[in-house]
């Protein structure tokens, strides 16, 4: 047998592949644990645009968003909450919640042109919500309660 074969031969393989191995599954393990924390506890998101203005820059912040709240009805009037967006599920907005369901809320109907202004109960099962920016901003004034389903999460820091 040629040098080079015995050197081969000396290798312990086994323990190098058990080793190799072991080390996968960490980080096997730790992509699970990360997956699992991002879908169902915590998560982050990018918000931009101008209907949560000064709340939130124009540019964009990255907010924390706590998804166990949501589930467990933990929602009330002033939190700002991630939901998904009743006009274009494919989107994902950021609204404060101004009603519960039962709650009488009165808001302005053109906030830019006139003093007008409507009262509505929100029903059963459902939010109000509207953005801090009223002149700017897209929410239940246009599209009415929505409902407490399509809230996705909390959103508790800013950043």
């Known amino acids: 047998m040629s040098g080079f074969a015995r050197r081969l031969g000396g290798i312990p393989w086994r323990e190098i592949a058990g080793e190799a191995f072991s080390r996968v599954f960490l980080v096997a393990q730790a992509v699970c644990a990360v997956h699992v924390v991002n879908a169902h506890v915590c998560s982050f998101a990018l918000v931009m645009g101008p209907s949560m203005l000064p709340a939130m820059n124009l540019a ?88 407490y389903g399509l809230i996705t999460g909390k959103i508790f820091c800013r950043g």
């Open 60 to 147: 964009g912040d990255v907010v924390a968003v706590d998804l166990v709240s949501a589930r467990l009805g933990r929602v009330a009037s002033g939190d700002a909450v991630l939901l998904v967006s009743p006009e274009d599920p494919r989107k994902a907005v950021v609204k404060r919640v101004v009603g519960m369901e039962g709650d009488a809320v009165t808001f302005l109907v053109d906030p830019g042109n006139s003093d007008a202004s409507k009262t509505v109960v929100v029903p059963k099962g459902h939010v109000w919500v509207q953005g801090d920016n009223i002149y700017a901003s897209r929410d239940s004034r246009q599209f009415g309660p929505v409902p």
